[in-house]
T-cell receptor, first 113, second 111 residues
């Protein structure tokens, strides 16, 4: 049982380049999330989705776009990467019920130079 | 979403019991209290969740007073491997959809 899988695990981008981070979950969860975590900081919510075909903004959505075309996948896109987007990105998924736990991927370490 | 306040850091020694308190004065009726643990270079991991009174599992206990304006995560007899950041989350994901983390408490366990 893979759980939540993030692809890639590491990436170096040049300023202005674009890329897409893929999050895949095999638990049939309705909800999915994208976070960024900067050194020594907590997780900040970028975007989230409460179901296939839906997305919503989180705390720090600027500079990112997302898509949830399939229930099991949640894509995070950077159209024009900036050094300020250097961070570790975490994806998570959960059932919709409030009394359930969320499951996290192992993270994607992104460096923008 | 209920805002949470927890200590930035705590130190402990192996074998001690550690209690981390989280304040959430504006908790709503439908909100659950959930704690996650995060090791360096890993995603957070669920530890425990509760609504009221006391909850215990194989890892920790969660104490919630009657007014639910605070909660305490209790880790019995910590070891070096319990060194991590602990996050307290309060909310009703079922209606709100999102999952917001605060800054967490960095627990350092010393030998």
């Amino acid at each position: 049982n893979a759980g939540v899988t993030q692809t890639p695990k590491f990436r170096v981008l040049k300023t202005g380049q674009s890329m897409t981070l893929l999050c895949a979950q095999d638990m049939n969860h309705e909800y999915m999330y994208w976070y960024r975590q900067d050194p020594g900081m907590g997780l900040r919510l970028i975007h989230y989705s409460v179901g296939e075909g839906t997305t919503a903004k989180g705390e720090v959505p600027d500079g990112y776009n997302v898509s949830r075309l399939k229930k099991q996948n949640f894509l995070l896109g950077l159209e024009s990467a900036a050094p300020s987007q250097t961070s570790v990105y975490f994806c998570a998924s959960s059932p919709p019920q409030g009394n359930t736990e969320a499951f996290f991927g192992q993270g994607t370490r992104l460096t923008v130079v | 979403l209920a805002k949470t306040t927890q200590p930035i850091s705590m130190d402990s020694y192996e074998g001690q019991e550690v209690n981390i308190t989280c304040s959430h004065n504006n908790i709503a009726t439908n909100d659950y209290i959930t704690w996650y643990q995060q090791f360096p270079s890993q995603g957070p991991r669920f530890i425990i969740q509760g609504y009221k009174t006391k909850v215990t599992n194989e890892v920790a206990s969660l104490f919630i007073p009657a007014d639910r304006k605070s909660s305490t995560l209790s880790l019995p007899r910590v070891s070096l491997s319990d060194t991590a950041v602990y996050y307290c989350l309060v909310g009703d994901r079922g209606s709100q959809g999102n999952l917001i983390f605060g800054k967490g408490t960095k627990l350092s366990v010393k030998p």
